[in-house]
């Protein structure tokens, strides 16, 4: 069997998968185009106009903010399509979408014009934070799957980045393109992918499910093993669902399900995990990193020289996250950086208040210097391991349901706290609005420390078995998580 199946493979198991997990970082890529754009494109609307009135500030705010309102209730769709047809017709159509609404972000004359485009990239990001991460946990070996899960956050800030010089040296248009070019990518490169073996076995497709496991991750001893989990776990599903007949039955076993600790311990985990990624300010700094920068230097030339330094610090915040990931825990690394950070954090906001206050004087290299540090360690920890941590927590009972509540409360949280920042800036003014996401950041730091589990090189069942008080085979180093009693 491994002889025929090594004839018919080209490409080993990790191109294979590397080659599915590009698919889902341009869609993270272009999520961070999305952030990008809105961060420089006000500045050149009202430039062009040579008026602030061109954008009004509840505008500029909706520019920010609309897209991840958009996506909870696109997250809906997202979910159920996945559910229904699959994971590979699901991101065809995302992938169409995209290219439809980047293309008018590129041909745009008016402000409503990008408000619409930002409306339609809502689908984008609601498909990164919930089709893409089932794609990239169901796709991948447990070995890689860390990596991956860690690559594609760096291309959330790849895409910010971007997206910034562009606005900073050209027209904000040239973001449409590279958005445009983007979609095309995947809407070709989808058509060459399989469907998930998760999604086969679901749905009784089993010889498939086998072919496509195989193509995917090989058959050595461990891959053969997670085939057969799969498998015996949806037959298992199946004989419960052949007993249910009524709609009466059907609710009480999802009612049943929901109520029990392999079920809401993990979802209300990735919730939390997900939600420390919007609570740490990163997300509300890295979108209005130029306001922020020309309130703090009062210089607009080097403020943008400073939001691109930034931007530079956090991608290679991820880079030194993905190398670590090979070597060190996951919760290790989360809890490290996200301590350090708060750290920079902090000092920031107290030098921010003692130059208020004319205690001290305004020193530009010092406040890059604490924004890049806090930036590197924020990138190495929290945005990084939010969503690697989340996609591997997600239960594998409803796992569609599930990714759908966790995408559309983080995505609410996140839209309300874009369109929010603007008046907690004006209110609190920079260091109180430090000062509260340092005093968050602590508190996720305590949390993460004492009720999230160590997820590295377990596979999705091994994980599942945890919260179900289970002994999973062939198992080390996963604390149980009495502390969250049912």
């Known amino acids: 069997m491994e002889t025929e199946y090594q004839a018919k493979s080209v490409f080993s198991p990790f191109l294979k998968q590397f080659f599915v997990s590009l698919i889902s970082g341009t869609y993270f890529f272009m999520k961070g185009l ?80 990008i408000f619409i485009s930002q409306l339609l990239l809502g689908l984008t990001l609601a498909t990164q934070s919930s089709l893409s991460l089932m794609v990239i946990t169901e796709y991948s070996s447990p070995q890689y799957r860390g990596v991956f899960l860690v690559l594609k956050s760096a291309s959330t800030l790849w895409g910010m980045w971007c997206a910034n010089a562009i606005g900073t040296f050209f027209h904000y248009k ?32 089993y010889d498939e499910c086998r072919a496509t496991h195989r193509w ?3 058959v050595d001893e461990k891959s ?13 599903l199946k004989k419960s669902e052949q007993k249910k007949h009524s709609l009466k039955s059907y609710l009480r076993k999802y009612i049943t399900m929901v109520f029990q600790p392999g079920f809401y311990k993990p979802v209300f985990l990735c919730t939390v995990v997900m939600l420390m990624y919007c609570c740490t300010g990163k997300l509300v700094f890295g979108v209005y990193a130029l306001e922020t920068m020309k309130k703090i230097m009062k210089d607009q030339s080097t403020a943008y020289i400073a939001m691109l330094t930034l931007d530079g610090f956090s991608v290679l915040g991820t880079y030194l996250c993905c190398i670590l990931s090979k070597f060190v825990k996951r919760k290790t690394i989360l809890l490290f950086a996200f301590t350090i950070a708060t750290m920079f954090l902090s000092s920031l906001s107290l030098y921010v208040y003692l130059v208020k206050l004319n205690i001290l004087s305004v020193n530009n290299y010092l406040c890059i210097g604490l924004f890049s540090g806090y930036s590197l360690a924020i990138c190495c920890g929290p945005t990084i391991m939010s969503g690697t941590i989340a996609g591997e927590l997600y239960p594998l009972k409803a796992r569609s349901f599930s990714v759908c509540f966790v995408a559309i409360a983080t995505k609410f949280i996140s839209g309300l706290i874009l369109k929010m920042s603007p008046y907690f800036f004006k209110t609190f003014d920079f260091h109180g609005t430090a000062l509260f996401y340092s005093l968050l950041s602590l508190g996720f730091i305590i949390f993460i420390y004492k009720y999230v589990p160590e997820t590295k090189d377990h596979t999705l069942h091994e994980i599942a078995a945890l919260f ?3 002994k999973p085979k062939e198992t080390t180093e996963m604390t149980p998580l009495h502390s969250l009693s049912s």
């Open 216 to 218: 995917l991750k090989g």
């Open 468 to 470: 179900e008080n289970k």
């Open 224 to 236: 053969e093993k997670e085939l057969i989990g799969i498998i015996e776990a949806q037959n298992l």
């Open 34 to 113: 999305s952030y990008g754009a809105s961060t420089v494109v006000v500045p050149q609307l009202r430039r062009e106009a040579n008026s602030t009135e061109a954008v009004s500030e509840a505008m500029a705010s909706w520019i920010t903010s609309v897209a991840d309102f958009s996506a909870t209730i696109w997250v809906i769709a997202v979910t159920l399509t996945a559910h229904h047809i699959g994971r590979k017709k699901t991101w065809l159509v995302v992938a169409v979408n995209s290219c439809i609404a980047y293309s008018l972000f590129y041909f745009s004359t008016n402000v409503m014009h």
């Open 174 to 205: 040239y973001i449409g393109f590279l958005g445009v070019m983007c979609s095309i990518y995947n809407i070709i490169s989808i058509c060459f992918i399989p469907e998930s073996p998760y999604w086969l076995a679901f749905k009784g497709r």
